[in-house]
C-alpha cells in the first residue's frame, strides 16, 4: 500500500516563499507520476505542478507557471514543490498524489489533472498573509 506524507506548510507573509515535501513509501517511484493538488475552502480541488517518470516530463498548471517549481529526488523517494512570490490567493490544502505512469512515453501529468492519480497524502495548508 502505498502512502504519501506531505509536510513544509505554513504561515508566510505575500511575495514571501515555501518548499513542500512530499515523502512517498510503498511504490516504486520511477514507474509513477507524482503530482501537487491543492483546495481552498469553498473551492474545487485544482492542479498545481506534475512530475511524471519515463518520458512524462513535468507539467504545470498556469496558476503555478513562473512561481512554482516541481522537483523530485527518486532516490530520497521525495518530491519537492518550491513556492515564490506567494500570493494570499495561494492559501489552500496542499497534497501530493500518486498515478501509475511506467518507464517511458506517457500523459499522466499532462494538463495536471487528478483524475490520473491512485493514492493520496493528507495535505499539509499554506496560508498566505500579512
Known amino acids: 500500500q502505498a502512502q504519501l506524507a506531505e509536510s513544509g506548510g505554513g504561515l508566510v507573509q505575500p511575495g514571501g516563499s515555501l518548499r513542500l515535501s512530499c515523502v512517498v513509501t510503498?511504490?516504486?517511484?520511477?514507474?509513477?507520476?507524482i503530482g501537487w493538488f491543492r483546495q481552498a475552502p469553498g473551492k474545487e480541488r485544482e492542479g498545481v505542478a506534475c512530475?511524471?517518470?519515463?518520458?512524462?516530463?513535468?507539467h504545470y498548471a498556469d496558476l503555478a507557471k513562473g512561481r512554482f517549481t516541481i522537483t523530485r529526488d527518486n532516490a530520497k523517494n521525495t518530491v519537492y514543490l518550491h513556492m515564490d512570490a506567494l500570493k494570499v490567493d495561494d492559501t489552500a490544502f496542499y497534497s501530493c498524489?500518486?498515478?501509475?505512469?511506467?518507464?517511458?512515453?506517457?500523459?499522466?501529468?499532462?494538463?495536471?489533472?487528478?483524475?490520473?492519480?491512485?493514492?493520496w497524502g493528507k495535505g499539509t495548508l499554506v496560508t498566505v498573509s500579512s
Open positions: 498524489a500518486s498515478g501509475w505512469a511506467g518507464l517511458g512515453p506517457n500523459d499522466v501529468c499532462v494538463g495536471v489533472y487528478d483524475y490520473g492519480m491512485d493514492y
Open positions: 510503498g511504490l516504486r517511484m520511477d514507474t509513477y507520476a
Open positions: 512530475t511524471s517518470s519515463g518520458d512524462g516530463g513535468t
